[in-house]
Structure formats: C-alpha cells, structure tokens
C-alpha cells in the first residue's frame, strides 16, 4: 500500500501545483475527464480507468507478498513475447480477469508464455510425469 499512497501524495502535489502555476485549464479538463469516466463506469477512486479495460475485484486478488503489494484495480488487453518462441500474443482483460480472480493467480505473475506453447508444456509435464511415475 506504501506505493499507493506515495502516488496518491505526488499526485497531490502536482494538483495543487497546477493550481501555483494559474493551470485553471488543465484542471477543468481533468474534471471533464473524471466526469466523463464517471457517467461511463471508468471511474475508480479518484483514478481513471482507461477505455476498454475492465474493473478488477480487488478482494479476489491474492500476493505471494508478505509486505505491502500493488493490487489492479483494472485489467487491460497486454501485449508480451512468448519466452519460448517469441511469438507476440495478446493477454486479453479478460483472460487476466479469470487468471487473478478464479484461478487465483498471485498479482505478480503474469503470461510469458504463447496458447501454443503453454498447451505444449502442459503435454510435455504429463508425459513426463507418466514416465516417472511407471
Ligand atoms: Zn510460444
């Protein structure tokens, strides 16, 4: 939570230093952004979700943290190379959504590996297993 609250705090002082330096402007821009996310469901807190993100249930989230942790308080489509092959592939909201909060998937791990070669590791374990087992 330190991280959070330490943002939050800077957050705060660009605020009002925007106010020092006569900004009006960009203040009211930010208040028709928060208004705007507000009536769309993209607000949270005072933090602005981006567009097509979805809302995370932070209650669901688990850490392998014992001391203070970032939890997401959104997911958005994330673009990453596969570590085995390479391949770019997208982890989409959702697919993060269901990896957080059902399969229960600690907030720092994340997808490195491609649909191909995840199946491909799956398959390999149990042949593995099968043979050590025998
Ligand atoms: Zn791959």
Redesign the pocket.
Known sequence: MEWREGLMASNKNRKTELKKRRSHRAEMKRQEELAQARSEGRLIGDQIMPKGAIKADVSKQKTCSAGPWTPKLWYVDTRFS?T????REVWTAKQQKWWYEECQGIVESKAV??R??RKKRKEGGKLQSRKSGS
Do not use: H, L, S, V
């Not at 085995?84 to 391949?87: M, Y």
């Open positions: 596969c085995d092959c390479g391949k590996r491609c191909a070669c």
